[in-house]
């Protein structure tokens, strides 16, 4: 399999770790300009509050400034469903372009329906700025990224490669961890087994950045690793494991887990795009389905 990269080029690579969700956001610089992305950022929630502040994103803003950076894209790997997107108000403070993968309409036509939506929420895609396809590429100041679909915890699942460096959302987790759950609507694990390994053609030396990290087994929180390393070592799909055998420990697995703390918010306000849906009087208000997810 060939792709449009260009392994010599080195982004600069800025991670900032979210402990309240496990996420880590980055904001991923063209080494030859000034011109960076920001890759799954957080918008912190109060749930039990119903509070929404930015102290993560006013993290990244803060730095993005006091490097004299310029914003060009606001990539979301796909639609999380543990924490809350900030791109808006990333985009406000900063510019750039909020992307996601094309098919965000089947997560929006999906989830449309669960939260009972009502005609006004358009279910085309039409609030993010870019909807990329596989293989589309896009530029980063003189640095060219693409969109690589790798569907199987979600239908919109992408991982974004960028020189020698590819943003895996939660496509793939550090070697220690293996992979994401398949049994969200539209989730499916031979999807996923077909997706990592579309990830793991890459050329080996391709540095992979984790969108969550848990520490398993005690050890410190990681999020970097490399392709070749994720061959020998997944305890999910290393090592030659099959696609029959990771089908059937990814649905017993799945079966066990519970859902996360923060899907009910996450859902509603990532498929917007990050905007936190209204009630008719305008106030921002979110849902809870009973019994529907």
């Known amino acids: 399999m060939t792709f449009p ?23 991923v610089k063209d080494p030859s300009s000034n011109h960076c992305a920001i890759i799954d950022s957080v918008m912190d929630i109060d749930y039990a509050a119903g509070r929404i502040t930015y102290e993560a994103a006013d993290k990244l803003i803060a730095e993005i ?3 004299g950076l310029t914003l060009d894209w606001i990539i979301e790997t796909h639609v999380h469903a543990d924490h809350l997107s900030a791109a808006p108000y990333l985009q406000r403070e900063l510019g750039g372009k909020i992307g ?10 999906t989830f449309g329906k669960v939260f009972n939506e009502g005609t006004e929420f358009q279910r085309d895609g039409s609030q993010f700025d870019a909807l990329f396809k596989d293989g589309d590429t896009y ?10 679909y790798t569907p199987g915890h979600t239908p919109a699942c992408n991982v974004h490669v960028i020189g020698d460096a590819a943003f895996a959302g939660d496509t793939l987790f550090m070697p220690d961890g293996g992979s994401a759950r398949c049994d969200f609507p539209g989730g499916s694990a031979g999807e996923l087994y077909d997706s990592i390994q579309k990830v793991l ?8 950045f984790m969108c969550h990290d848990y520490g398993p087994n005690g050890r410190a929180i990681q999020w970097e690793t ?3 390393e994720q061959k020998q070592n997944n305890i999910h799909v290393g090592g030659g494991k099959t696609r029959d055998e990771f089908i059937k420990f990814r649905t017993e697995r799945d079966a066990q887990l519970s859902m996360p703390r923060l899907i009910i918010p996450s859902l509603q306000v990532n498929m917007r795009a990050g905007d936190i849906p ?14 529907a997810i």
């Open 5 to 27: 990269i260009d392994i010599s080029v080195k982004p600069d690579v800025s991670a900032h770790f979210d402990e309240a969700t496990n996420t880590i956001t980055y904001i």
């Open 278 to 291: 209204k009630d008719r009087d305008g106030n921002p208000m979110l849902k809870v389905p009973v019994n």
């Open 226 to 228: 490399t392709v070749a």
């Open 201 to 208: 053609s890459l050329p080996d030396e391709t540095r992979l």
């Open 139 to 148: 530029m980063i100041g003189n640095m060219q990224a693409f969109a690589m």
């Open 100 to 109: 996601v993968g094309e098919k965000i309409m089947v997560v929006q036509e």
């Open 65 to 67: 400034k006091d490097r």
